[in-house]
């Protein structure tokens, strides 16, 4: 099992350029969900989903969109990239029922100029 | 509202020396709660957790943590840090009423003097 993955690892983008954040795991967990880490921040919760074609908003969802059309994959999209969406992004998944531990992308390292 | 909170922003250990870190939780009822830790560059990964039961609880890399719903508190500790422990560790507990969604603190980063 390759676990949770995430692409592209770095990315740099203009301001009001968009891009999609991909994660796909490939363990059958339907549970997926987006954070972004920043320093002194933690971890915020930006989008969730419970299983395919259900998603809802985190803590900090404004300007992203999510969509998950199958199991596997949770894309992230970026409208209208900002400075302050400069951040590292990871994708975790998780079963619904029985075992709570959250599985961990690499992260995507974002920053916007 | 529901928070985790690390009292330590950082910590600084002698290697061979023990180590506590500090995890405190605001929820009525027992809640899920979790220890990850992030290694430089890298993603979380799970160390341990507790849902119920034995209120000691042990995990991966020789760390355990326990449990104290008196003082709702649920400390990291490992009897002998080693140089490969330097890392950002961070506590997080299940939302109340969705234990999916994970309440998380802002972490402790750990530094290791050889």
């Known amino acids: 099992n390759a676990g949770v993955t995430q692409t592209p690892k770095f990315q740099v983008l203009k301001t009001g350029q968009s891009m999609t954040l991909q994660c796909a795991q490939d363990?059958?967990?339907?549970?997926m969900s987006w954070y972004r880490q920043d320093p002194g921040m933690g971890l915020r919760l930006i989008h969730y989903?419970?299983?395919?074609?259900?998603?809802d908003q985190g803590e900090v969802p404004n300007g992203y969109n999510v969509s998950r059309s199958t199991t596997e994959d949770f894309p992230l999209r970026l409208l209208s990239a900002a400075p302050s969406q400069t951040s590292v992004y990871f994708c975790?998944?998780?079963?619904?029922?029985?075992?709570?531990?959250?599985?961990f992308g690499p992260g995507t390292r974002l920053t916007v100029l | 509202a529901q928070s985790v909170t690390q009292p330590d922003i950082h910590i600084t250990v002698s290697e061979g020396a023990s180590l506590e870190l500090r995890c405190n939780y605001s929820?009525?009822?027992?809640?899920?709660l979790f220890w990850y830790v992030q290694s430089p560059g890298q993603g979380l990964q799970l160390l341990l957790k507790?849902?119920?039961?034995d209120t000691l609880v042990q995990g991966i890399k020789g760390f355990e943590a326990e449990f104290k719903r008196s003082q709702s508190s649920f400390n990291l500790r490992k009897p002998s840090v080693h140089w490969s422990d330097a890392a950002e560790y961070f506590c997080?507990?299940?939302?109340?009423?969705?234990?999916?969604?994970?309440?998380w603190g802002l972490g402790t980063s750990l530094a290791v003097n050889p």
């Open positions: 975790a998944s998780s079963q619904t029922s029985g075992d709570n531990e959250q599985f």
């Open positions: 363990m059958n967990h339907e549970y």
């Open positions: 997080a507990s299940g939302e109340a009423g969705n234990n999916r969604k994970l309440i």
């Open positions: 929820y009525g009822a027992t809640p899920y």
């Open positions: 989903s419970v299983g395919a074609g259900i998603t």
């Open positions: 507790y849902f119920s039961g």
